[in-house]
Structures are given as C-alpha cells and as structure tokens.
C-alpha cells in the first residue's frame, strides 16, 4: 500500500523560500496523483498544487500560483513543493496527499492516502 512522508517545513520570515518534499514508499508514483494540501490554523484543509504520477501534468490554485512550484523526482519517487514570496497567511500544516488515476482532482476530499503533515510557520 502506499504511503507518503513530508517534510522540510520549519520557521521563516515573510518573503522567505521553502521547499517541501514528499517522499512515497509502498508503490510507484506513476499510477497516482500527488497533491499538496494545506490546514491553516481554524480553518479548513485546502488544496494548493497537484500533479500527475502518469502525464506532469501540473495544477495550481490561484492562493498559491506564481509563488509554488511542484515538481518531481521519478526515480526517488517523491515529489517537492518550492514555495516561494512566503506570507504570514501561508502558515499551516502541509499535507502531501495521493489519489489513483492519471487525472488530478482538486478536491481535497477524493485523496485517499495521506501523510503526518508538515507545519510551516511564516513569522517575523
């Protein structure tokens, strides 16, 4: 079965730079989709970026487009969130999530397998 393990969150200042990797184990990345969700504190998980195990293919949510950029690495079989232009409100538990198929959804909801979290704490 598959299984995902975060990390790299930690503390940074406003404007700062942080990259988050998701490593799977269990099963190749190629059949699923991988996404980055997030958990602000009192609020709702939210999805932020997702790609595709089979095609690249690469989405972002417009929170987050233009500032974070997901990637992978085939043969480590893990995947990475380079988030960038950090902002107070970009504070919160960073989940990697995985879902079957080749198509991504963005619905937080459809993520079957999921990792302990990262936090990631965006303070002067």
């Known amino acids: 079965q598959l299984q995902v393990v975060e990390s790299g969150g930690g503390l940074v200042q406003p404007g700062g730079s942080l990259i988050l990797s998701c490593v799977a184990s269990g099963e190749r990345l190629d059949n699923y989709c991988i996404g980055w969700i997030r ?3 009192g ?13 690249d293919e690469k989405t972002y949510e417009d929170s987050v487009k233009g500032r974070f950029t997901i990637t992978r690495d085939i043969n480590e079989n893990t995947v990475f969130l380079q988030m960038r ?3 107070v409100d970009d504070t919160g538990v960073y989940y990697c999530a995985a879902h079957w198929g080749y198509l991504c959804y963005r619905e937080v909801s459809e993520y079957d397998y999921w990792g302990q979290g990262t936090q990631v704490t965006v303070s002067s």
Do not use: D, H, V, W
Request: aromatic content about 6%; cysteine-free; proline content about 5%.
């Open 43 to 55: 609020k709702e998980r939210e999805g932020l970026s997702y790609i595709s195990g089979t095609t």
């Open 85 to 87: 232009n950090l902002s």
């Open 39 to 41: 958990q602000a504190p």
